[in-house]
């Protein structure tokens, strides 16, 4: 199955530390990447650039709207995610365990939809 | 003789499937110890069969597929230890952990490390669900979706608890072993309830989503066939024994309509003879040993029941017998009723009804539906229509499952129907 391991930051606690700090965390990103390509769990990983450099479209009545960047209350942001093929969902919580931004922010692991099972009755 | 290389190319990955479905399990069982932990394992699991993907069809398959996914894993597990130790810096002090030297992987090794796993996800520190998910997970190789899909929980919550028990069990540091024989009759009792409890989550639900629940009563049938074959306890002999006689009468327990069928009533063309015969010898076997615990004494049962021809040639006598020795070993409330139950149809309505009476006045028994349905069942045959139809809606306000509830309002309606024939 796969799951999208979707990580939020606050931006001030990864790039308020100075480069260094950044530096070794990009590389442990690197190689943690590497290691799921290795093993046969990566399919895909994005970081995303900050909600600053994002738009949000909505369309209604017709009429398309652009605004500028999601504003959120919270400070934790969506900054990038790694969509991931594990046997379950422990085995997705295991190696979004292993992310290393894990150890400053949040993963959310999500399944991905699997169309042959019934979909939500909200 | 079979060679070395086997077989390379299309047919080493159907091979490869086989190995997944018949050594996974021993694989992680064996890598658990060696790696001493279920992380480091399951990664060094997955990273095995990642590699055997990629070897088998170009080198084709090796002899002892166990063996080699063992050593791969480990491989695999201390390559990793070396790039973590680079990143952080600790080269020098994992270097030496991964230079143990290799203990060779022997088939012997394969039985004592398979009861590890079971004894380990059985532990009885851990909480009741999360044992029945560890072992599903663990031993039975279920995924948590399908674990959730089983027992109607949200995957999430079925997640949990296995992280928790995992937690648990690395927190406090749980032995990965098999307990000392001294020890051995207490934990064997958790490994073996939590296999029963497993089949009769399969068993009892009649209603919902079917396909599952036939793999959970599969699965512990598997689980307990394990055990026993590695213990050959005579407790372990029972249990088995025991689902297999259940199992057998799968077919007929239900009809068309999905309506509870009692045993009585059952078509008994319907059973499965092959499954009867296995557990008559695992019965015998079981029986042979000094010791006689529940689960044989409740296997023994009900092979008499299935032994007889039809349910008005059962040996009632016997059954009662084996209720007395029961209720001896492990005596318990729901023991004392079907006691009763037999007493009835050994010695005729009012024998029974005194003995449920009786059972009833033991306490215990008040919330549990099946007893007042019995006492019903009693009161009917003796013409005591009223008091019949009030026990029979006191068992209809207790009963939770449709499938029982549907039965109970037909038993009231049929009542209902016999006192109006009567009075014309």
């Known amino acids: 199955m796969r799951y999208v391991c979707l990580v939020y930051f606050d931006p001030k606690t990864v790039f308020g530390r100075g480069d260094e700090a950044r530096a070794i965390l990009d590389h442990e990103s690197g190689a943690y990447d590497k290691e799921l390509s290795a093993s046969g769990h990566m399919v895909a990983a994005e970081a995303l650039r900050l909600p600053d450099q994002a738009m949000t479209v909505r369309v209604r009545d017709g009429k398309m709207s652009a605004t500028d960047g999601p504003f959120m209350e919270t400070k934790e942001v969506l900054g990038g995610f790694i969509l991931i093929e594990a046997r379950d969902l422990n085995e997705a919580v295991r190696i979004a365990a292993g992310i290393p931004l894990a150890k400053l922010g949040a993963i959310e692991v999500r399944p991905v939809v699997d169309f042959s099972q019934p979909r939500p009755q909200l | ?424």
Request: aromatic content about 4%; glycine content about 8%; charged content about 25%.
């Open chain 2, 1 to 424: 003789m079979i060679p070395r290389r086997q077989r390379t190319g299309a047919g080493a990955l159907g091979a490869l499937e086989a190995a997944y479905r018949t050594e996974a399990r021993r694989v992680l069982a064996t890598l658990v110890r060696l790696l001493g932990g279920f992380e480091p394992a399951e990664e060094a699991l997955h990273d095995a069969f990642a590699a055997a993907a990629e070897t088998w069809p170009r080198d084709g398959v090796p002899a002892n597929p166990y063996g080699w996914l063992v050593s791969a894993g480990r491989f695999k597990a201390i390559d990793r230890w070396r790039r973590q130790a680079r990143l952080a810096g600790a080269l020098p002090e994992l270097a030496a952990l991964a230079e143990t030297p290799q203990e060779p992987v022997m088939p012997e090794h394969i039985k004592d490390d398979e009861l590890r796993l079971i004894f380990t996800c059985c532990h009885p520190a851990l909480a009741p669900d999360a044992r029945i998910a560890l072992t599903l997970r663990e031993v039975g190789g279920l995924t948590t979706e399908e674990i959730a899909r089983a027992y109607l929980a949200p995957t999430p919550t079925v997640a949990q608890r296995i992280l928790r028990a995992k937690a648990r069990i690395r927190d406090e540091a749980i032995p990965y072993e098999v307990p000392a024989p001294a020890e051995l009759p207490a934990r064997l009792e958790s490994v073996l309830q939590v296999v029963y409890l497993i089949f009769n989550e399969g068993y009892a639900a009649t209603a919902g989503p079917g396909l599952m629940r036939d793999d959970l009563c599969a699965e512990a049938i598997r689980l307990g066939a394990l055990v026993a074959d590695l213990l050959g306890d005579p407790e372990a002999l029972g249990l088995l024994a025991l689902m297999l006689l259940h199992q057998a009468r799968r077919a007929a327990r239900v009809d068309a309509a999905g309506d509870l069928v009692l045993l009585e009533d059952q078509d008994r063309s319907l059973w499965d003879r092959d499954r009867i015969a296995e557990a008559q010898g695992l019965i015998e076997r079981a029986l042979g040993a000094r010791r006689i615990g529940p689960y044989v004494l409740q296997a023994a049962i009900a092979a008499v029941h299935v032994e007889a021809p039809s349910a008005g040639e059962t040996d009632w006598p016997q059954i009662v017998e084996l209720y007395d020795v029961l209720r001896r070993v492990a005596p318990s409330p729901v023991v004392t009723l079907n006691r009763a139950a037999a007493i009835g149809m050994r010695d005729g309505p009012q024998a029974g009804l005194a003995a449920i009476e009786a059972a009833l006045g033991d306490g215990g028994l008040d919330a549990y539906h099946l007893a007042h349905a019995a006492r019903a069942d009693m009161q009917r045959r003796l013409g005591l229509t009223e008091p019949a139809r009030v026990s029979y809606r006191r068992a209809l306000e207790l009963a939770r499952q449709p499938a029982e509830r549907r039965f109970l309002e037909a038993r009231l309606a049929q009542l209902g129907a016999e006192e109006r024939a009567a009075e014309d």
